[in-house]
Nanobody, 130 residues
């Protein structure tokens, strides 16, 4: 049984919008943060957004800040990623997973997956054309 299921990806032109959804098992959804990650061909997976339980805190990668909004519905074990003003560089496969927010010594922070190997879903492809 899949632990996480993502949906909502598609192909859009630059400047367009998409809304991704992710439903997770209780075990995964109960962790402190749910996050969205993306991986483009030939690149490492990066965390783009995370939201704490109860939606009391959100974190974003600098590359998406002001354009993407993460949210969650704890009654449905579902997290969302509203993506506006999409750019071709947003093209990637997007994944949802439990997450942690890690602070570096310089005060900056990044979003790290908090998963076991079998916890990743199939992802959903987002393609943005110029």
């Amino acid at each position: 049984q899949a632990q996480v299921t993502e949906s909502g990806g598609g192909s859009v032109q630059a400047g367009g919008s998409l809304k991704l959804s992710c439903t997770a098992s209780d075990r995964i959804y109960s962790k402190n943060f749910m996050g969205w990650f993306r991986q483009a061909p030939g690149k490492e997976r990066e965390g783009v957004a995370a939201v704490a339980t109860g939606s009391i805190r959100t974190h974003y990668a600098d590359s998406v800040k002001g354009r993407f909004t993460i949210s969650r519905d704890d009654a449905k074990n579902t997290a969302y990623l509203q993506m506006n003003s999409l750019k071709p560089e947003d093209t990637a496969k997007y994944y949802c997973a439990a997450a942690s927010v890690v602070y570096r010594a310089d005060g900056s922070r990044y979003i790290r997956p908090d998963v076991s190997p079998g916890d990743w879903g199939q992802g959903t492809q987002v393609t943005v054309s110029s």
